[in-house]
């Protein structure tokens, strides 16, 4: 079963093959890299992911290039969190990691003792609810 490693401190200007080489001379054979860069510049955004075939490997490369000074940076290397993948159908996740908060609509806030209305406006407001209680009384 192959491992996803997350590599951090990346610096901006790197390619994919840089990262590859970087990998493969300190550890050997790699399942496959990735360098995580800007839509619009084509920059490295800083970290970028790479696989490897067994645990071992894994506990290798952290333990080897954890922390190594590459072109001035020092890397951050750990394991990757497991892809969460969307369920329609249930809001339970999987592998016990945090749900993904979806880009819908925001949650709507309570009035609590702690927030009033804009002093601004209370005037208008109360009347506005004496109209509708008025209303509801009729």
């Not at 510049?41 to 490369?61: I, L, Y």
């Not at 000074?69 to 990691?97: C, G, R, V, W, Y």
Request: glycine share 6%; with cysteine; proline share 4%.
């Amino acid at each position: 079963m192959s491992i996803r490693l997350y590599v951090g401190n990346l610096p901006k200007e790197l390619d994919r093959d840089e990262l590859a080489a970087l990998f493969t001379n300190e550890v050997g054979e790699l399942t496959s890299t990735k360098v995580v860069t800007d839509r619009k510049t084509g920059k490295c955004r800083g970290f970028g992911f790479v696989t490897v075939e067994t645990e071992e490997q894994a506990d290798q490369v952290i333990a080897q290039l954890n922390g190594h000074l590459f072109k001035d940076n020092a890397l951050k290397i750990e394991k990757a969190l497991p892809k969460h993948k969307e369920n329609n159908n249930s809001n339970q996740t999987t592998n016990n990691t945090a749900p993904r908060r979806s880009k819908s609509k925001p949650r709507a806030h309570t009035l609590t003792e702690a927030t009033q209305p804009d002093p601004r406006w209370a005037g208008e407001l109360e009347k506005l609810k004496e109209m509708l209680f008025a209303q509801t009384q009729s």
